[in-house]
């Protein structure tokens, strides 16, 4: 008896939906420089940041088992490289930014090499040394200021746009596209035969392993990209900002503990969860950050109730009562036949 032809789909009702939102919210926000003023931009051009810190995080801790608490390491060498290659080698502000992505991948493969060796709660605080070890690095380059820092010269600033409002635009849209350009990457790459192999992971790294995924070299794969992405983000978290210090590139509250209580809000393991996380966070930080230990206590709380009562984050909990997806990435096995269709991932 011939085997029935058979043909995987990805895209379901409400994914179509989420991908047609997902156009008209994208329109509306390229606009925003004609309806917003610059502090609506530069809280829009913050969020976009966070949320696509938050989805190379749950990549690199939901997907493929990495959890790391030391992504600062990345986004303060993203930074520095941005200031360096401006300021030292003359390389155009916007111009830096694929160049550190690059670079920054290059660097965190000896990283991986070397922190790839522990696994649990050890590679989580080797990632943190190495956080540390960077930070140190960066307080010795005296040309950039040593443990005080600098700011990027008003000639590398004017550089960018001429007018003040054209730079903030620039800046906007830059950070608007590199979100979608991450979440394009963490789509492809979920959809992918790399997908497969990260959801065996996931499940069992086991039994992903005896059935012949190259666990090391997809968990690579997954670092090597995090890194890059990361340190692209950093950049342009400090192109406007204008200045640089260790301990701001560094901060593990910032850059690492913020984006880890968005994950986990929204949704580990799932490509929305930091869309919704962020949203939460910004709501709250925005409501609440007037009123000191008050702001940090709810985040505390909100952190243990959602975890108390829906360990699969706010997302999570949508997706599992309504079957919600916004992104095309559940695969289901169609029966050209005419047969009903059956989930397989």
């Known amino acids: 008896m011939s085997a029935p032809a058979i043909r995987i789909e990805h895209a379901t009702r409400s994914s179509r939906a989420g991908l047609v939102l997902f156009a008209v919210v994208f329109v509306v926000l390229v606009a925003a420089p004609w309806w917003g003023g610059r502090q609506h931009l530069r809280l829009l051009a ?3 940041a ?4 938050a989805s190379l995080w749950n990549l690199l801790a939901g997907y493929a088992g990495l959890v790391s608490v030391g992504q600062q390491a990345y986004v303060g060498l993203g930074a520095y490289l941005l200031f360096a290659l401006a300021m030292l080698v003359g390389v155009p502000a916007l111009w830096t930014i694929p160049i550190i992505g690059i ?5 965190s493969i000896p990283v991986a090499a070397l922190i790839f060796r522990l696994r649990g709660h050890y590679f989580a605080i080797g990632t943190w040394v190495v956080a540390e070890v960077f930070r140190l690095l960066a307080s010795q380059v005296s040309v950039l200021g040593g443990g005080s820092g600098i700011s990027l010269p008003v000639g590398i600033v004017l550089a960018i746009a001429q007018g003040r409002q054209m730079r903030e635009f620039v800046i906007y849209w830059l950070a608007l596209a590199l979100l979608v350009a991450i979440l394009a990457l963490v789509v492809w790459l979920l959809r992918s035969r790399y997908g497969l192999a990260l959801t065996a992971i996931r499940d069992n790294e086991l039994a992903a392993r005896s059935n012949g995924i190259d666990v090391g070299r997809v968990k690579l794969v997954v670092y090597v990209l995090t890194a890059a992405g990361t340190a692209m983000v950093g950049a342009l978290i400090f192109l406007q900002k204008l200045r640089i210090s260790p301990d701001t590139a560094f901060s593990v509250t910032d850059w690492t503990a ?23 966070f910004f709501v709250l930080r925005e409501l609440l950050a007037d009123y000191g230990t008050v702001y940090l206590l709810t985040l505390g709380v909100v952190a243990i109730a959602v975890m108390l009562k829906a360990p699969q984050g706010i997302w999570g909990l949508i997706a599992g009562r309504f079957g919600w997806q916004l992104f095309p990435l559940e695969r289901r096995v169609v029966y050209l036949g005419g047969e009903q269709p059956a989930k397989c991932a």
């Open 46 to 48: 913050e969020i976009y």
């Open 50 to 53: 966070f949320v696509a810190l």
């Open 103 to 107: 670079v920054a991948a290059l660097v």
């Open 258 to 280: 913020i984006v880890i209580f968005i994950t986990v809000i929204g949704g580990i393991g799932r490509l929305e969860g930091p869309i919704i996380g962020a949203i939460v």
